[in-house]
C-alpha cells in the first residue's frame, strides 16, 4: 500500500477506504521491520494500539467525527501516558509508568488518536543531537551516521521514515524545529502557553512548549486542533478561544512581507544551507510574499542568555528527583543525603548534570544578579527586537539551523559548539513567539529546514506560509529510500 | 571563568549530585568553557531593562479555593521505590 500523509489517511478512514486496525497495522509492521536502524522509539505499544484502533473503527462505523480518529500517532517520551512507561529518555525514569496522561495526550485520545509507541529524545530533553538519551543515539534516516537532531530526534525521525504519519514534540530551544529540519519534517512549536505543559516533563518551565510534528503544514495543524487549548492543570495556560488551524491554509500570500534577518544570514551559515534557504525564499517571493530586510540586533545573545534561564529552571525542576516518590533509588543508602546524591548521580547523565550544576551555580547566594537576573533583562531586549521587526513585518524567515546534519559523536566533546547549533531557533522561545521549520531544499541528501517565526498567536500564519510553499514544491514528500 | 575541582565539588552538594575526583576534573573543564560562553551577556546594555520571567507577562491565573483531586495515594504510592503503611520510607533521620 502507498504511505499517505496524515490528512490523507483521515479522509481514507472517513470513507472507509481503510479501517483503522489495518492501518495502525501497516504502521507497527514498519516500525517493526525498519526502526532498528534509526532506533526512533522506546516503547511500542502494540496491545494498546491495536485496542484503540478497534475502538476508534467502532466509532468511524457509527459515522462519529473527531479530528484524529484512527489515526496512529507517536507520542515524545516526555509525554506522561497512564499505565505506559514514561522515561524522558533518562535513567532516572527508566522504570516509571506514569499514574496519569498528559493533557496533550487525553486530548488526542480524546480526538480518536492511536498512539504507536513512545519516541526516544535527549535525556530529559537537554541535547541537540540525540545523543544523550540513555537508550541510545537516533540515527538520522537519511543518513545514519548522521545525527536525527535534538531533542525531538526520535519523533522527527520517524515521521522522516514513515514509521508514524505524525508525532509529538516539545521544543524549549528548538527541540522541535532543529529535528525537523534534519530530518527533512514539517514542525510546529505553538506560542509559548498554547499547549498544556500539564503532565509534560518538565526542563525549563518559562520555555517549553508542545507542538507537532508531521510530513506537512498541513498535517501540523490537523495535529495541532486536537492538542491546543485552554487547561486549568497548567498555570501557564493561554485562555484564548479555540481555532482551527486548517481553516487560513488556502489564503494566497500576495503582499505578505517576510523579514529577512541579516543576523541570520551572517558568518558561520553553512554556504550551501544559505543557498538552499535562498531558493526557498524565491519560491514564497513568485507567491507574491514581499522580503523585507530587517535587525535582530541581539541575536548573538540569545543563546549565552538561554544557557543561564534553562539551566536555572532545569536545576530548580529537577530538583524533583530525590529517589523517594519515584524514578531511580540507589541502593544501601547511607544516610538520606547519601539517598539523594547517589540516586541522582546514577539515574542523570552527563549533560543533565551539566545543566543542573550550571544551573545551581547561577541562582546560587552571590551569584543570582550577575547571572540569572541579567539573562532575564537581555531576554526582554530579545523580545524588544521582535515586537520592533512584527511593526514592520508579518513574519520572519531564515535558516532553523545553522548547517546540515551532522556526524554522530562530532559534538560530543564540546557542550558549547553542541549549543550553538540551535543559534536561530532559541531567541523564539526566549520571546515565546511560534516558530515552524519545513523541509526546503536538500544538499546532496540531507535536508535542509526553512524556519518561519511569527507573531504571538499567529500559528495559523505559519501554517498557511508553510502550506503554500508545499503546493509549489515536492521537498516535504520526499522519503529516505531505505524506508521506502 | 575557570572553575576549579573543589568549586565543582560545591556546586555539586548543592545540587545533590554526588561526583568522584576524576568526575569533578571533567566538569570543571567543561562547566569553565560554558561559562566562558555565557560572559557574552556583560556587553549587553541592560540599564533600566526590567527583567522578563514570562514571554507574555501574564500574571498567575488564581482558581476557588475548592478541593478537585481526589484522594490517589494508592496510585501514587504504587510506583515509589519504598512505602510501607502509607508512608515513604527514607533512611533514617533522627537519631
Redesign the interface.
Known amino acids: 500500500m502507498t504511505l499517505d500523509t496524515l490528512t490523507g489517511w483521515a479522509r481514507r478512514l472517513q470513507a472507509r477506504e481503510i479501517s483503522s486496525r489495518e492501518l495502525t497495522e501497516l504502521y507497527l509492521g514498519r516500525i517493526e521491520r525498519l526502526d532498528s536502524g534509526i532506533n526512533s522509539f522506546v516503547t511500542v505499544t502494540r496491545d494498546e494500539a491495536l485496542a484503540a484502533a478497534d475502538a476508534a473503527d467502532q466509532r468511524l462505523a457509527k459515522g462519529e467525527r473527531a479530528p484524529l480518529l484512527g489515526l496512529p500517532v507517536a507520542q515524545k517520551d516526555i509525554f506522561c501516558t497512564r499505565g505506559v512507561r514514561t522515561s524522558c529518555g533518562s535513567r532516572m525514569l527508566d522504570s516509571?509508568?506514569a499514574?496519569y496522561d498528559a493533557s496533550v495526550v487525553e486530548r488526542m485520545n480524546a480526538a480518536g488518536a492511536v498512539m504507536l509507541g513512545k519516541t526516544n529524545m535527549d535525556e530529559f530533553a537537554m541535547g541537540s543531537s540525540n545523543e544523550t538519551s540513555h537508550y541510545g543515539p537516533v540515527r538520522n534516516p537519511w543518513d545514519p551516521e548522521r545525527v536525527p537532531g535534538g531533542s525531538s530526534g526520535g519523533s522527527a525521525a520517524a515521521v522522516a521514515a514513515r514509521l508514524a504519519p505524525a508525532a509529538t514534540g516539545t521544543d524549549t530551544g528548538g527541540s522541535i524545529r532543529q529535528p525537523a529540519a534534519f530530518c527533512g519534517v514539517t514542525g510546529l512549536k505553538p506560542t509559548?502557553?498554547r499547549v498544556s505543559r500539564y503532565g509534560m516533563i518538565a526542563f525549563a518551565s518559562?520555555l517549553d512548549q508542545g507542538g507537532p510534528m508531521a510530513a506537512s503544514a498541513e498535517d501540523c495543524a490537523l495535529m495541532l486542533n486536537a492538542m491546543a487549548g485552554f487547561d486549568?492543570r497548567d498555570?501557564?495556560s493561554?485562555?484564548r478561544p479555540d481555532e482551527d488551524f486548517t481553516a487560513g491554509l488556502d489564503r494566497d500570500l500576495k503582499g505578505l512581507r517576510i523579514g529577512l534577518p541579516r543576523e541570520y544570514f551572517g558568518d558561520g551559515l553553512h554556504p550551501e544551507v544559505r543557498r538552499a534557504v535562498q531558493d526557498a525564499l524565491a519560491v514564497l517571493r513568485e507567491r507574491g510574499a514581499e522580503p523585507v530586510e530587517i535587525s535582530l540586533p541581539?541575536s548573538?545573545?540569545s543563546?549565552?542568555?538561554y544557557?543561564?534561564v534553562a539551566p536555572a529552571e532545569c536545576?530548580s525542576n529537577l530538583?524533583r528527583y530525590?529517589?523517594?516518590?519515584?524514578?531511580?533509588?540507589c541502593s544501601d543508602?547511607?544516610?538520606?543525603?547519601?539517598?539523594?546524591?547517589?540516586s541522582?548521580?546514577e539515574g542523570?547523565g552527563a549533560e543533565v548534570?551539566?545543566r543542573?550544576?550550571?544551573g545551581?551555580?547561577v541562582l546560587?547566594a552571590g551569584y543570582y544578579d550577575a547571572?540569572y537576573?541579567?539573562?532575564?533583562?537581555?531576554?526582554?531586549?530579545i523580545?524588544e527586537d521582535f515586537r520592533r521587526a512584527f511593526g514592520e513585518v508579518d513574519v520572519i524567515a531564515g535558516p532553523t539551523s545553522p548547517e546540515l546534519p551532522f556526524r554522530l559523536g562530532e559534538k560530543s566533546a564540546?557542550?558549547?559548539s553542541m549549543?550553538l547549533s540551535d543559534i536561530y531557533t532559541i531567541a523564539a522561545n526566549?520571546?515565546?513567539?511560534p516558530g515552524l521549520s519545513m523541509p526546503a531544499g536538500t544538499v546532496g541528501s540531507l535536508p535542509v529546514g526553512l524556519q518561519l517565526i511569527g507573531n504571538?498567536f499567529d500559528e495559523a500564519r505559519l501554517l498557511n506560509v508553510a502550506h503554500q510553499f508545499q503546493q509549489e514544491t515536492g521537498w516535504h514528500q520526499r522519503m529516505p529510500a531505505a524506508f521506502a | 571563568m575557570s572553575l576549579t575541582s573543589e568549586e565543582v565539588r560545591r556546586i555539586a552538594q548543592l545540587a545533590r549530585l554526588a561526583v568522584d575526583d576524576r568526575e569533578a576534573e571533567g566538569f570543571a573543564a567543561a562547566l569553565s568553557d560554558i561559562f566562558d560562553f555565557v560572559e557574552a551577556l556583560d556587553g549587553a546594555d541592560i540599564e533600566g531593562v526590567a527583567p522578563m520571567a514570562h514571554p507574555l507577562d501574564a500574571e498567575q491565573r488564581l482558581r476557588p479555593d475548592q478541593v478537585t483531586e481526589p484522594d490517589q495515594r494508592d496510585l501514587f504510592q504504587g510506583i515509589a521505590p519504598a512505602v510501607e503503611g502509607g508512608v515513604y520510607l527514607v533512611p533514617r533521620v533522627i537519631e
Open positions: 516509571f509508568v499514574p509559548y502557553g518559562s486549568p498555570s501557564t493561554l485562555q541581539n548573538g545573545l543563546v549565552p542568555a544557557y543561564v536545576s530538583a530525590d529517589g523517594v516518590r519515584y524514578g531511580h533509588r543508602p547511607r544516610d538520606l543525603m547519601d539517598l539523594y546524591t547517589r541522582r548521580a542523570f548534570k551539566r543542573i550544576m550550571i545551581t551555580y546560587s547571572y537576573l541579567k539573562a532575564q533583562k537581555v531576554r526582554r531586549l523580545a564540546d557542550p558549547v549549543y526566549l520571546a515565546g513567539l504571538y
